[in-house]
């Protein structure tokens, strides 16, 4: 861990903050797992190039609309600027890191979501975004088998997606 990340941190939360452990998955953040006063958060520290794609503004928005619905974890910190964030700690595994979804759980989260009056201020585009950090992703290195089976799944509903309010 580097010292810019921990002096950061000690400067939103305080002396007795300290990273635990850096937090592996995310693609536009450098996370790590935090504790300060024996509470957990999540310290998001965003890449230049994720600053360039990402409207801040409306990141937090929406964080604050999904909150509400109770669809995430309740953030502390927002540095809508310089793309730091940090979000209290839900204890689990990444999605990187599951094989196997519980696919009803997962319905009715989205069910909450689309039934409700919180209505983001964009629209996600789905499919343009998919298609931006595709692009991203091949100028680092070829696709996996895997993206590549799941992008051909994807897309076999990708008519019906976008038909849908």
């Not at 990187?96 to 069910?111: F, P, R």
């Amino acid at each position: 861990m580097m010292k810019n990340e921990l002096e950061i941190l000690t400067n939103i939360l305080g002396k007795d903050a300290h990273i635990i452990s850096p937090l592996v998955g995310g693609m536009m953040n450098k996370s790590f797992i935090v504790k300060n006063n024996k509470k957990k958060y999540v310290l998001y520290i965003s890449t230049t190039q994720a600053n360039e794609m990402v409207n801040r503004e409306l990141e937090k928005d929406n964080q604050e609309k999904v909150y509400s619905l109770s669809l995430t974890s309740k953030n502390v910190y927002f540095d809508t600027r310089k793309g730091i964030k940090i979000n209290e700690y839900i204890e689990g595994d990444s999605l990187d890191k599951v094989c196997e979804y519980d696919l009803n759980k997962v319905q009715n989260l989205l069910k909450t979501l689309h039934n409700s009056n919180n209505r983001c201020q964009n629209d996600y585009l789905p499919f343009e975004r998919l298609e931006n950090y595709r692009q991203e992703a091949i100028s680092f290195h070829e696709l996996s088998k895997e993206f590549k089976e799941l992008e051909n799944c994807l897309m076999l509903y990708k008519e019906w997606l976008l038909s849908q309010p």
